[in-house]
């Protein structure tokens, strides 16, 4: 077992990691604060390779891994969190669920401005009544001639405003079995949005609605009996989730370190002070710990699909490090890490959000007891005798 890098991955770390020196670094503080998506940044990370990274190179991709994917993701994150965001677009979203699934024609019809970073795919799973509780989710399609007619809406869709087409979690029939999925494209009859609403992380949503939209036979994904292929596909956009949510705290650990290598108190640098030196200790650890765990999960699944016990265990381990980096990072930085013109502030409110999004902490660790228990443990209540 080796613990380091080949040569070949070190290699694209290294041009991945002068990408985003020359071209991320300078503006990062600013492009956290702008509004919208940063569509000159997915046409010039499509320009450089890093869109589609680990798609086969017929699908239009680089014919990567999973693993060169994250070592991407990770030297974007490290100085430009929101850069980030667009990678994972290019790469773990749903973008990556749709190459997985989608048929020749469907590619043909939606890939060519997504690996040009000129359109995005966003993802429509939660519902107001269905967030943790996915599969009950009530989102549905009927049949009606040669299509379906879907009726329902969604909420928390990320990049609803930007995205040109959406992947829609839905019912074709009752219980888990009968969930699948679909593509709408913006502007579909009976497909609207409401008021744009806004995340901690400054990030905007729109709630989706469906209004008796027509869906013809092209635009379904995944017909009924697809919702465990569909999470299967969702466990790559958790790795994207938990890269980034890492990396912005290793962000956050260099921001921190060298302020405490410069700031003087007391007459003394703020790194003399043990206090200070063991919270350093502590998030190298945990960042660390959280890396292996992390890159097991992706270089065991090559350029297929990651396991999804290893996927939960790394979620969580990378959440949990990358909040304990940012929240410690900003006590080290007193005041100047808790303004917002410096990157540390961004981290940490974009640091909480993946302990809620793509399957909270609680969410992992319940499907990490199932893999332990070799069972699943029904979270519902039991029925009436
Ligand atoms: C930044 C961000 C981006 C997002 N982007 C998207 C997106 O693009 N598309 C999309 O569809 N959704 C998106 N979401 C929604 C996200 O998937 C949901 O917020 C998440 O699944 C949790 O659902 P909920 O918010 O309804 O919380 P709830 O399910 O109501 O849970 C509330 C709390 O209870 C806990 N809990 C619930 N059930 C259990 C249980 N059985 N055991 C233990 N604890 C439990 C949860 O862990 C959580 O802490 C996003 C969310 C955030 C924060």
Redo the contacts with the bound molecule.
Sequence with gaps: MHFRLTEEQRAFQDSVRRFAANNLAASAVARAHDEGFPWDIAKLMAANGLFAIMLPEEDGGQGGSLMDAVLAAEAVAEVCPRSADVLQAGNFGAFRTLAEYATPEQKERWFAPLLAGEAIC?????EPE?????TDLRSTCTADGNGWRLNGG??????SDDASIFLI?CRFGPGTEGIGSVILERGMDGFSMGEVRR?L?G?T?RPLHFDNVFVPPGNVLLKEGGFRRQIAGFNVERVGNSARSRAVGECAFRLAKDHAETRVQFGRKLMEFQGLQWKFAEMRIALDAAQLLLYRAASNAGSGLPDAQEVAIAKHACNQAGWLAVNEAMQVMGGTGYSNDVLLEYCLRKSR??M????????M??RIAEGIFGRSFP?RPPRAP
């Design positions: 966003a993802v429509g799973m939660t269905a967030g943790s509780a996915l969604k909420v928390f869709t990320s990049n979690y995340y992380n990030e949503w959000g993946w809620i999004a793509g399957g909270s902490l609680e969410m660790k319940n979270q």
